[in-house]
């Protein structure tokens, strides 16, 4: 062949109205003579099944959204008992300085200066109890996913704020160690945090039969490779059962008597839609480790 048109894609019109999209191509035989070879091709299955994968994709997608929520729904849920006692805190303590105001504003003469700091407090504790809600309301809302630049220490701090009372209530130790100069990560704040609330609410039940020994959680970010973030929760409850480590992110997979099996396939799930991994390893002399990676942002991009 020594000419040709390079094939293109063109809408025409049935009889009927209806559209049909076809392929277009042309090539010459030989120079100099007049022949060639044109084919029209009928693309409507194609597009039919584009069409009908496309929306296979969005159900998934859609379903997939459904079951996170549900799973931070039901997550919050196990946490009433200490979220109610994080925000009644806040609570009481404004109620007690409102009291020492009307106390110092009875006074002969009224001390205006003691009446500031109470109001100042009351003031703090007042915002406390609203970060509070609204990090609650994050959560539980389903909200479309949103890909923002994200300091993961700031990510992770909001969730062991929410589970303060939790740990303290089943005698768990909470520590934090928190790498200073971490790269910016782009992800989904609520969907981050959800992975983390589910591994460090999994690693306070895994303790909570513990008889023997320290209940220590320790939740540490780090860098990792390829200027990666590493997110960490160790814990020094009963390990991990070898023989059932290779099924722990496997859906509906549980070793709990009321457990769904999807916590850990959700956040599996979502770390890898971040472009990370996620995985699990022994603590030791006893525990589990369970950490994930979350790319960091490339620099330039905003």
């Given at each position: 062949?020594?000419?040709?048109l ?22 010459s035989?030989?120079?100099g003579?007049?022949?060639g ?6 693309l409507?299955?194609?597009k ?18 459904a ?28 109620v ?18 003691e ?8 003031v703090?504790?007042?915002k ?25 220490n ?17 005698g768990?130790l ?22 983390v609330?589910n ?5 306070i039940e ?10 220590d959680?320790l ?20 390990g ?13 997979y ?19 839609a ?8 022994a ?20």
């Amino acid at each position: 062949m020594t000419g040709s048109l390079q094939p293109f894609e063109k809408e025409y019109f049935r009889k009927d109205g209806s559209r049909v999209p076809v392929l277009l191509g042309v090539a010459s035989l030989e120079e100099g003579e007049n022949e060639g070879v044109e084919f029209v091709l009928d693309l409507t299955e194609r597009k039919r099944a584009e069409a009908e994968a496309r929306e296979s994709e969005r159900r998934y997608r859609e379903m997939q959204m459904a079951l996170a929520h549900a799973n931070r729904v039901a997550t919050m849920g196990q946490l009433t008992a200490s979220i109610a006692h994080e925000i009644k805190q806040p609570i009481t303590a404004s109620v007690a300085n409102a009291q020492t105001a009307l106390r110092w504003l009875g006074a002969h003469p009224p001390n205006q200066e003691e009446v500031r700091e109470a109001l100042d407090r009351i003031v703090k504790a007042g915002k406390r109890a609203g970060d509070i809600i609204d990090r609650i309301r994050a959560l539980i809302t389903k909200a479309p996913v949103q890909k923002d630049k994200l300091d993961i220490n700031e990510v992770v701090g909001e969730v062991i704020a929410l589970t303060g009372s939790d740990a303290v209530k089943n005698g768990v130790l909470v520590q934090t160690q928190f790498a200073q100069g971490l790269p910016l990560v782009q992800g989904d704040r609520v969907q981050l945090q959800q992975v983390v609330l589910n591994l460090v609410i999994n690693a306070i039940e895994a303790m909570r039969d513990i008889s023997e020994g320290a209940l220590d959680l320790l939740v540490s970010t780090q860098k990792a490779e390829r200027d990666d973030v590493l997110v960490a929760v160790s814990d020094t409850g009963p390990g991990l059962d070898p023989e059932t480590l290779p099924h722990i992110f496997d859906a509906f997979y549980t070793t709990k008597s009321d457990g769904t099996g999807m916590g850990l396939s959700i956040c599996r799930s979502i770390v890898e839609a971040h472009g990370g991994r996620l995985w699990a390893t022994a603590n030791m002399p006893r525990g589990a480790i369970l950490q994930f990676t979350v790319p960091s942002q490339p620099d330039g991009e905003s």
